[in-house]
């Protein structure tokens, strides 16, 4: 059981250069999410999705594009990086709603923008 | 709006030492839940445990114990007898259902020296 996959591990950008953070899970979560997470400010919901076409803005969504096609992904756009936008992204999944249960993480995403 | 103070930045104990990390939160909702969750050095996040705003009573899991406080809106967390495998950074969380999301405190990094 893979759980939640995330690609790419390490990602190093250009100042305004696009990329596509992919987030993958074989639990078939309704519920994703990405977080990104900065030294001293813990973690930050960037966008979810609480279903296929059903997408919503998190605390800090400025820069950042979504989409959930099917149930399985869930990937982040960047669509004109910045420095602003080094930070290790994660991407989370639940079964449903939070009573149903904790969040799943994948194992993170360093982007480093330069 | 909602808030989670992790105000211990950083812990070092020596093994085998009681630590115990602080968690103090501030919401509107009568319905929410609490968690916590692991980050060890190779950076996955770990879910550790979760709990709603209607069961006070403290849990106990091994090493691991919990302590929730309604009144004083804290929901500490304490290991005894510490490892160094305990070393990590261990995140405090809060949940609202109607937003769907978590909102993180900014972690406190325990240091477990042999």
């Known amino acids: 059981n893979a759980g939640v996959t995330q690609t790419p591990k390490f990602q190093v950008l250009k100042t305004g250069q696009s990329m596509t953070l992919q987030c993958a899970q074989d639990m078939n979560h309704e519920y994703m999410s990405w977080y990104r997470q900065d030294p001293g400010m813990g973690l930050r919901l960037i966008h979810y999705s609480v279903g296929a076409g059903i997408t919503d803005q998190g605390e800090v969504p400025n820069g950042y594009n979504v989409s959930r096609s099917t149930t399985e992904d869930f990937p982040l756009r960047l669509l004109s990086a910045a420095p602003s936008q080094t930070s290790v992204y994660f991407c989370?999944?639940?079964?449903?709603?939070?009573?149903?249960?904790?969040?799943?993480f994948g194992e993170g995403s360093r982007l480093t923008v330069l | 709006a909602q808030k989670v103070t992790q105000a211990q930045t950083e812990i070092s104990v020596v093994e085998k030492e009681d630590v115990t990390l602080d968690c103090v939160y501030e919401?509107?909702?009568?319905?929410?839940?609490l968690f916590w969750y692991k980050q060890p050095p190779s950076g996955e996040l770990v879910f550790l445990i979760r709990?709603?705003?209607?069961?006070?009573q403290n849990e106990i899991s091994g090493r691991y114990s919990w302590n929730f406080q309604k009144s004083t809106s804290s929901f500490n967390f304490t290991i005894t007898a510490s490892q160094v495998v305990d070393s990590a950074v261990y995140f405090c969380a809060l949940s609202d259902p109607g937003r769907r999301a978590l909102t993180f405190g900014s972690g406190t990094r325990l240091q477990v020296q042999p």
């Open positions: 709990r709603n705003s209607f069961d006070e």
């Open positions: 989370a999944s639940r079964l449903g709603q939070i009573k149903a249960g904790e969040l799943f």
């Open positions: 919401t509107r909702d009568t319905t929410y839940y």
